[in-house]
C-alpha cells in the first residue's frame, strides 16, 4: 500500500488484518531498494519515504513480525524482529528477476534458519505497472530452512500451520539463538 508521507513521497505499507477485517498491525518499509541491474536502475529513495519502527503483533497465540522486499537484505531486521518475540515474519515482495534468481530462496531461507522463525513471503510475478519483470517464486519456510509451501511464477493462494513445537523442536538441535553473543552483538 501507498501511504502518503511528507514531500510528495509515500511510505511503502503492509498491513496486517484480522480475519474479521480488523487492522492488527501497520508497517512501513524501512529500507529502499537501490540497485543498478541490467533493466533499469533502481532508486525507490527518490519517491519513497523510510520507516523508522520494527513491527511485531499478536495473531492467534503467535507473534508474527512483518517487513518488506529489500528489507530480506538486512539479517539485523530480522534479529531484531526475532529479538520482540516474532515466531514468525510476512515478508511480501516484489524481487526483480535477475536479483530473484541470484538470492531469494537463499535469503529467505537464511533468514529463518538464523532466527529460528517461519517466513511466509508472498512474492510478485509477472511485470509491474511501471514495467520491471518480478521474480515471483512465493515460498513459506519453516525455522529448521524447509521449504513448505512454494508457487513458482503461477498466481495463486497457500496456506500453511504454524508450530511452535517445529520452533522449539529446531531450538533443541541447534540452540543458535541462545548462544549469540550479545556482550558484543547487542541487536535486542
Known sequence: MREPAKGGRFYNTAIAFSADGKELARYRKIHLFQATLPDRKYREADYAAAGKELCVFDCKGFRIGLAICYDLRFPELFRGLRGQGAQAVLLPSAFTVPTGKAHWESLLRA?????QIYL????????????AKTYGHSLAIDSWGKILRQLRREPGL??????????????SKVDSWASRRRDLFPLD
Not at 511466509?120 to 514495467?131: C, D, I, Q
Not at 497457500?158 to 508450530?163: G, K, P
Open 120 to 131: 511466509a513471503a508472498p512474492a510478485l510475478t509477472g511485470t509491474s505497472g511501471n514495467g
Open 111 to 115: 533468514r529463518a534458519i538464523e532466527n
Open 158 to 171: 497457500v496456506s500453511f500451520e504454524l508450530s511452535k513445537a517445529e520452533i522449539q523442536g529446531c531450538a
